[in-house]
């Protein structure tokens, strides 16, 4: 059977690709160039991308497909799978590599439906709890965003902190899925999120707010390479 193109630059691991996902947008980049903080995330060690144009200034409409676009060229370079986040027909526009939606998101849509659209893309569904979890498995997420496992100022309506336990839990309840954990993560914190059974870290702060984006990754990437 002939693969789409999507299907053609999809064929890694999913848990390797997690390692270090750097979810983020044009608020996140402190009036930087998002594609140059990319570029510079991607040397430090980034593996997968998310674009998330949301919060304060984001861009809307035509300038944001555009920056959109100037970000999957720089993903489409370097080899790293683009996500998008929440906006399904921007994702279908630009022929992301898949798409990452929340609890609120997937209530808005016929489950089914939304994984027959995504059919040998990537569907990321977020999980704040191991029944969250399970349901996600049930919609055919490719893998979980759990979270926050800390606190964060980047997301106003994000849940209370669940702490890394929480993927213990979920590990422990059978969730087996490719996992990532997602919030406040810092470097320091990444270790015991990590040691919970999560496959990778999801940030943006820690990374697209550091002074130097490309030495922060590398502090992300540094347990990947031991
Ligand atoms: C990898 C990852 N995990 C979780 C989220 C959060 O998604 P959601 O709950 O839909 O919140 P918004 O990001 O849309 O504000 C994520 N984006 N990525
Ligand atoms: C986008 C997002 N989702 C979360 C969740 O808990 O689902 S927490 C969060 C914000 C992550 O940003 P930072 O790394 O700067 O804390
Ligand atoms: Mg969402």
């Given at each position: 059977m002939t693969k789409t193109a999507a299907e053609a630059r999809y064929t890694g691991n999913l848990r390797e690709m997690l390692k270090v996902y750097l979810v983020m947008g044009s608020p996140n980049c402190g009036g930087r160039d998002p594609a140059a903080v990319l570029q510079a995330a991607i040397e430090g060690g980034v593996t997968l991308f998310q674009f998330r144009e949301k919060g304060p200034?984001?861009?809307?409409?035509?300038?944001r497909t555009e920056l959109g676009n100037?970000?999957?060229?720089?993903?489409?370079q370097a080899g790293i799978p683009f996500i998008v986040n929440d906006d399904l027909r921007l994702a279908e526009e630009l022929e992301a590599d898949g798409i990452h939606v929340g609890q609120e998101d997937l209530a808005q849509w016929d489950?089914?439906?939304?994984?027959?659209?995504?059919?040998?893309?990537?569907?990321?569904?977020?999980?704040?709890?191991?029944?969250?979890?399970?349901?996600?498995?049930?919609?055919?997420?490719?893998?979980?965003?759990?979270?926050?496992?800390?606190?964060?100022?980047?997301?106003?309506?994000?849940?209370?902190?669940?702490?890394?336990?929480?993927?213990?839990?979920?590990?422990?309840?059978?969730?087996?899925?490719?996992?990532v954990g997602i919030g406040g993560i810092t470097p320091e914190g990444a270790a015991s999120v990590l040691a919970a059974g999560a496959d990778g870290v999801a940030v943006i702060s820690a990374i697209s707010g550091a002074d130097d984006p490309r030495e922060a990754a590398r502090r992300f990437s540094r347990p990947f390479r031991r």
């Open positions: 200034g984001a861009l809307q409409g035509q300038e100037r970000l999957l060229g720089v993903c489409r489950r089914e439906g939304l994984r027959q659209r995504f059919k040998g893309r990537i569907l990321g569904i977020s999980a704040h709890d191991p029944a969250e979890a399970r349901e996600a498995v049930r919609c055919g997420a490719d893998y979980l965003g759990a979270g926050p496992m800390y606190a964060t100022a980047t997301k106003p309506d994000a849940r209370a902190v669940q702490g890394p336990g929480m993927i213990a839990a979920m590990r422990a309840g059978g969730i087996s899925l490719p996992l």
